[in-house]
């Protein structure tokens, strides 16, 4: 995890409970959890509008090909 062993992190915690009080760390641990919530939602949401976008670029350059080959098709047969 990040290269933080146990006592790094006991450390960070107790300094944290230090600055921020017993009774707001809770609040603020809630607020990080949305906030990292927050974030994933919004780059899942990117990924999967990259996605759909490469698959309308496959789709259109499918059909485009279908369309060379059926005019190809026509000038062989004129």
């Known amino acids: ?4 062993g146990t006592q790094e992190l ?16 809770p609040e603020l ?9 927050e974030f994933r939602k919004a780059s899942s949401g990117l990924l999967d509008e990259e ?4 698959k309308e670029q496959e789709k259109t350059v499918v059909a485009e090909a279908q ?8 000038k062989v047969k004129e």
């Open 29 to 37: 641990a809630r607020s990080t959890g949305k906030a990292i919530n």
């Open 67 to 74: 369309k060379k080959e059926e005019v190809e098709k026509i």
């Open 51 to 54: 996605e759909k976008k490469e």
């Open 1 to 4: 995890m990040f290269g933080i």
């Open 10 to 25: 006991i450390i960070i915690l107790v300094i944290a409970l230090l600055i921020f009080g017993p009774k707001k760390l």
